[in-house]
């Protein structure tokens, strides 16, 4: 049956904001994972990479305000600390010292992450026929799984 966020069950609302307070997190850190890039890419590579990781940065930056929007929804807490989503994400800072090459590898494993995250919080969504946060959660992850295709195509 399909549920909106006011005629979920209390458990039901608790798992589905955690799994998007994942996402967020792990949104977050990807945001500056790529502003980061952005700043320090250098090379024969450097225009368009420096192209891309600020479309990335911008996109993920309003998914991010999209997602913590959703968790507010659900009437739960969304955490917006710097310190809780490093703590929470799965994705890991990275120092900006690196290759063209090791930040399309790293930026790869964020997007693969993100989209991970974002399939089980669409299904955990589905099972309690929340249908809105699945499918902000399946267009969310569409997009990063189609960034990752990009770093792999940049990478062979």
């Known amino acids: ?9 209390p458990d039901a609302t608790a798992a589905i904001a955690e799994a998007l307070n994942q996402a ?3 949104t977050a850190v990807t945001t ?5 890039f952005h700043w320090n890419v250098t090379g024969m590579s450097f225009g368009p990479l420096h192209e891309m990781f600020q479309k990335i940065y911008e996109d ?7 997602l913590a929007e959703r968790v507010k929804a659900l009437g739960a807490h969304a955490d917006g600390t710097l310190a809780g989503m490093l703590k929470r994400s799965k994705v890991a800072e990275h120092d900006g010292t690196a290759t063209a090459e090791e ?15 974002l399939a089980a919080a669409g299904a955990l969504a589905s099972e309690h026929g929340d249908t809105l946060t699945e499918d902000l959660c399946i267009s969310r992850g569409q997009e990063h ?3 990752a295709w990009f770093m792999r195509a940049h990478l062979r």
């Not at 049956?1 to 069950?9: D, H, V």
């Not at 930040?103 to 995250?117: C, F, G, I, N």
């Open 60 to 66: 993920h930056f309003v998914a991010q305000d999209d």
């Open 103 to 117: 930040m399309l590898a790293a930026m790869l494993k964020a997007q693969e992450t993100l989209a991970a995250t």
């Open 32 to 36: 500056m994972l790529a502003q980061n």
């Open 145 to 147: 799984e189609k960034l």
């Open 24 to 26: 967020v997190a792990e």
């Open 1 to 9: 049956m399909t549920q909106t966020a006011i005629s979920l069950t």
